[in-house]
């Protein structure tokens, strides 16, 4: 009968102490954020699997994940990156407008999309958008004046 009841208790301590781990949701989601590594341009498949694997755990699992201030940092720094290169190709096409001409749309309409797909957070980076808004109100004057000769 002792015997027993020490194999009873022997089983419900192993028991307990293995409840007492990460489970393998947790692990799993840590291992997706570990994995992003170094934040880069390149990292988006890595932070859309952590994302993917976060998302997957139960409210009680969430509560046993530690990484989260570790994964918002990850993000806000892939953000950042996504947005230095916005303000890199709008200063590129913007410099691509040249002197404005009725032709100049095409050229003055890219340049303008890719600005507005900036955040507003990061537009005053863009070195030349006086540049951009001078050749919009200048192909906008220029429209107006062919629409009158017509």
Known sequence: MKRTVSVLLLLILCFSLCACGKSQNVIAAEN????????TLASKSAIEQAEKAIGALSEEEKKEFKLNDTFAEMKK???R???EEKVKLAVKKIDLIGDVTLESGTVIDEADKAYQSISEEFRSKVTN???LNNAKNGIKK???????RI
């Open 81 to 83: 990156l996504v947005e």
């Open 32 to 39: 997706a954020v570990k994995a992003v590594g170094e934040v």
């Open 129 to 131: 958008a006086d540049k």
């Open 77 to 79: 720094q892939y953000d």
């Open 142 to 148: 220029l429209r107006a004046e062919e629409k009158e």
